[in-house]
Structure formats: structure tokens, C-alpha cells
């Protein structure tokens, strides 16, 4: 086939196809959409679905879900979802009602989330009356959650049961938790990076494939959901405490591993740095403070395990050690991180964190970003050395010599030569 059937194509959209819009186009008239705008209503609702008038009133680029943008797509193609589908948000809504903060108004502090994306059913009530395809962005829920680790800690007595967030002899602890989808505001994202809005518009439009044409043509369209994943806030303790600046806050922001996270490969110290922050956030919380750990879906540095894996076999099989350990990643991926921790902090402004008392990070990158977004941070807590996998030493070695903060040994570059992973040796005889 090297045509589209047309009949098909049309189904269930009609056979006009609007590969994009323009301003000027015929009856666009996008709902009003001021970011940085105090009140909610005067704010604007993001919308963003195509369907029905949509295509015609929204004020957004992209899609809805982030990178599951692309199942919806799917379901629908394959008949399981109307196109037209309205989600029915009884009783969706917050556990808790987050306080307002002033970052809420700000389009500097906020440019990579929607500050009201958890309050849109009561906030644009009428909006949505009116016919208009609003969804949430930010969802807010409990949970109770047992990691092994803190279950160990708990059976050791070095964290006590409480009853109220530590509950059960067995390790179960309570937490709040906080979903949130990526909502970018393109001339905030440019101004974070320090380049033009219409430059970033090009290399989002150029660099996935020509998608969403509306980013070069229609630049009265501020607001873009990019297809990409987001971050969910653990909270432990009550929630108001983690804006109230009398209490103290303990903080680790956590960017995804699944190798090491959830399957305990210890080629890298991800998933004991992980426990290690949950512990010290609950301790915190027990203590009358507040504790948090922020988990971004940015699996291997934002550049997907794919990548990841091949810089393993570069390094496994070129000799691992730690003086080499960012140049197999910049081999292969041309850059050795692709997190941009410009834009992580939003969440903290978000949630109303005035400063963190523990910081449970050695990254200097994040650390940085924090700092010159106005939150300051009090104290760094490195990893204890015994947490640190045997086959992760080259990794933590070369990242302490690049910046990243240390209480113990910077090795220097010579020293790094001597830092070696584990080989493939016995591997590789099994193997063969
Ligand atoms: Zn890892």
C-alpha cells in the first residue's frame, strides 16, 4: 500500500484533515490563557484536546498524559475509546488542599507545570459546563507503602513505629503523594536555558519528527504538554509542614533508575541513595519535620536505557574505570547528562519550600539549581559509604571528581585510572 485508503483515514474524524492552525485561520479563537496569572479564572484554563471544537479554542500545544499520549492514541485507533470520551471526575478530587503559594503567580518560578492542574474541576467549573475538554494535570492521593529497606530499618529499631507515619512492626508507612504532568510554558523554558522561545520552538518541531506544527505556526500558543514523562511527590507527614518555614525539611530529589530503582542492579548507587532518602525523609517527619522524595521519569540521565546500555557494554568491555566513566557516555550520546535541572525546581515552588534543611543529594547540578532558583539549602547528606554497591564505586568516584559533593575522598584524575568496575570475564567464559 503506498496510499492511504481515504475512507479509512476519514474514520472517525470526517475527511478533512487540519494538519495545523494559524492565528488567522478561520474561527481559531483560543481560550484566554495568561500564565503567571494570580487567580485561577483570570489565569485561564490549559486546554488542549483537538476534538470537537477544540481544534479551534484550545490554547495549548500537545497532548494530555505526556508519554502515554500515544496509548490514547492507540486506544482510540483501535475502538476501545470513543474520540469524544469526557472523563467523569467524581470524587477525583485532592486529599489534600494545597495552600496557594505565591510561585502560583509567577510565570518565572512555574514555567513546567500547571500550578492549578489539580484544582481545574472546581477552579474552571464553568469553563467545563460550557463544553470545553479540561483535564488535571496533578493528582493527589495517599498511600501506604512498604520498601524493603525501611521495613530492615524499622525490624532493627533504628526508625520507630509511631502510629502515624511509620504503622505497622512490618515496615508500612503512610504517605501523600503527588502526580504531575509536564506543562511547559515556552518562553519560560527558553528563558531557563538562556535562548529564544522561537529557537526552542524550532528544535522541539525539527527533533521529533516535524510533530506539532503548531509550534512554528502558531506562536500565540504559549503553553506545550510535551510527550514525556513526569515526577510524583512522596510526602511523609502532614503536608502543610512542608511549606511551614518552622519546621524542618528533609529532600531527596530522586531521577529515575529502573535497573538499579526497582531491579537492584549495583552498577549504580540509585536505588540505595533512593532508600536512603526515603529513610532520612521519614526520621525528619517523625521528628516533627517533613520529609520528601521526588521521583522524576527520567530514566538514565533523560537520555532512556537504550542509551544507558550501551554505554555499559562500552564501558564493560573497554576497561571500566572511573577516569573514562563520562567519556563512554559522551561517546555515545555526545553529552554525559540530558536532565536539565533548570527545570526541576518548580515543583519545589510549587509545594511552597522556602528552604531544605537535609538535602539528601550529591549532585552538584541539582544542588545548583535549587540554589540560584532562590531556595537555600542548609545541609548536603552524601551516601553513607556502605550503602555504595561494590560495581558502583567507578560511577560515584567520577561523579565526586566532576563536582559532585563529597564529605570523603575526591580522587584525582590519576587516581581514577585505579577505580575498576567489575569484567565481563567470567561472563563471557560461561558463554562461550
Ligand atoms: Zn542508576
Redesign the pocket.
Known amino acids: 500500500m503506498t496510499q492511504l485508503d481515504v475512507e479509512d483515514l476519514s474514520h472517525p474524524y470526517g475527511s478533512k484533515v487540519v494538519l495545523t492552525t494559524y492565528p488567522n485561520s478561520s474561527g481559531v479563537n483560543p481560550v484566554t490563557l495568561q500564565w503567571g496569572a494570580s487567580e485561577p479564572q483570570r489565569r485561564g484554563p490549559v486546554i488542549v484536546a483537538r476534538t470537537g471544537k477544540g481544534v479551534k479554542t484550545r490554547n495549548a500545544i500537545g497532548a494530555h498524559g505526556g508519554s502515554y499520549s500515544v496509548y490514547n492514541a492507540l486506544a482510540i485507533a483501535g475502538g476501545d475509546l470513543p474520540p469524544d470520551f469526557r472523563p467523569d471526575f467524581t470524587n477525583t478530587e485532592p486529599t489534600f488542599n494545597f495552600k496557594p503559594q505565591p510561585a502560583w503567580a509567577s510565570a518565572d518560578k512555574i514555567v513546567a507545570m500547571d500550578p492549578f492542574g489539580h484544582i481545574v474541576t472546581s477552579a474552571f467549573q464553568q469553563q467545563l459546563q460550557q463544553g470545553h475538554d479540561i483535564r488535571p494535570t496533578i493528582a493527589i492521593t495517599r498511600a501506604t507503602m512498604r520498601v524493603a529497606e525501611i521495613a530492615e530499618a524499622v525490624k532493627e529499631k533504628r526508625l520507630p513505629v509511631d502510629g502515624e507515619i511509620v504503622i505497622s512492626e512490618l515496615g508500612d508507612v503512610r504517605v501523600t503523594k503527588v502526580a504531575v504532568e509536564p506543562v511547559w510554558y515556552l518562553p519560560g523554558v527558553a528563558k531557563r536555558f538562556n535562548i529564544k522561545e522561537s529557537h526552542l520552538r524550532r528544535a522541539l518541531f525539527e527533533h521529533m519528527g516535524g510533530s506539532y506544527p503548531e509550534l512554528i505556526t502558531r506562536p500565540d500558543l504559549k503553553v506545550f504538554l510535551p510527550p514525556i514523562g513526569g515526577l510524583t511527590v512522596y510526602i511523609f507527614g502532614p503536608p502543610d509542614r512542608v511549606s511551614d518555614p518552622s519546621c524542618k525539611l528533609a529532600l531527596r530529589v530522586h531521577d529515575e ?1 529502573n ?3 526497582v531491579f537492584q542492579s549495583d ?5 540505595p541513595y533512593l532508600a536512603f532518602g526515603i529513610q532520612e525523609a521519614i526520621r525528619e517527619a517523625q521528628q516533627g519535620g517533613s520529609g520528601l522524595c521526588i521521583y522524576f521519569r527520567k530514566e538514565g540521565r533523560a537520555l532512556g536505557e537504550v542509551v544507558k546500555y550501551l554505554v555499559y557494554n562500552a564501558r564493560k568491555r573497554g576497561g571500566d574505570t572511573a577516569d573514562k566513566y563520562f567519556q563512554r557516555t559522551e561517546n555515545v550520546a555526545g553529552v554525559r547528562d540530558m536532565r536539565f535541572q533548570a527545570l526541576m525546581p518548580d515543583i519545589l515552588h510549587w509545594l511552597g519550600i522556602v528552604k531544605i534543611d537535609k538535602m539528601l543529594s550529591m549532585s552538584n547540578m541539582k544542588y545548583d539549581a535549587i540554589v540560584d532558583s532562590g531556595i537555600p539549602i542548609i545541609e548536603r547528606i552524601p551516601i553513607p559509604d556502605e550503602m555504595i554497591p561494590v560495581d558502583s564505586r567507578v560511577e560515584i568516584d567520577a561523579k565526586i571528581n566532576a563536582g559532585y559533593f563529597t564529605t570523603g575522598t575526591v580522587r584525582t584524575t590519576e587516581e581514577l585510572a585505579e577505580v575498576a568496575g567489575r569484567g565481563w570475564e567470567q561472563w563471557e567464559d560461561v558463554a562461550h
Open positions: 533508575c535497573g538499579s530503582d552498577i549504580c548507587t540509585c536505588r
